[in-house]
């Protein structure tokens, strides 16, 4: 069974006609951003990985439509006590989250 993101790719790819060759596939973003810069062909990846690897490698980042939704979580013990020190913590990743997200919206129109 595949990741959700994947599958709803391939959905979107074979709705539209297209037949892919995979050849290789990684879930590293940075391993998969390397393969493409050195010319071993394309991939859907989430555009913060790309834009990351993008900093110190050679290759395009493009909008891919129609975009793909990616849920993300922050896991908590369900027995362990939510202090304010967990609190804070939330509060941090979200900022972050949305710092990141201002980067790649850009790409998400």
Same mark, same amino acid.
């Given at each position: 069974?595949?990741s959700?993101?994947?599958?709803?790719?391939?959905?979107?790819?074979?709705?539209a006609?297209?037949?892919?060759?995979?050849?290789l596939?990684?879930?590293?973003?940075?391993?998969?951003?390397?393969?493409?810069?050195?010319?071993?062909?394309?991939?859907?990846?989430?555009?913060?990985?790309?834009?990351?690897?993008? &900093?110190?490698?050679?290759?395009?980042?493009?909008?891919?439509?129609?975009?793909?939704?990616? &849920?993300?979580?922050?896991?908590?013990a369900p027995?362990?006590p939510?202090?304010?020190?967990v609190?804070?913590?939330?509060?941090?990743? &979200?900022?972050?989250?949305?710092?990141?997200?201002?980067?790649? &919206?850009?790409?998400?129109?």
């Open positions: 069974m595949g959700g993101p994947r599958e709803r790719i391939d959905q979107v790819l074979a709705a006609g297209v037949k892919t060759r995979t050849v596939e990684s879930d590293l973003g940075a391993s998969v951003c390397s393969l493409v810069a050195a010319g071993l062909g394309v991939s859907v990846i989430n555009p913060l990985a790309a834009l990351e690897e993008q &900093r110190h490698l050679d290759f395009e980042v493009r909008t891919f439509k129609p975009a793909i939704t990616v &849920r993300l979580a922050l896991l908590l027995d362990a939510h202090s304010r020190l609190s804070a913590f939330k509060e941090v990743v &979200r900022g972050v989250i949305e710092s990141e997200l201002d980067h790649v &919206r850009p790409y998400r129109s």
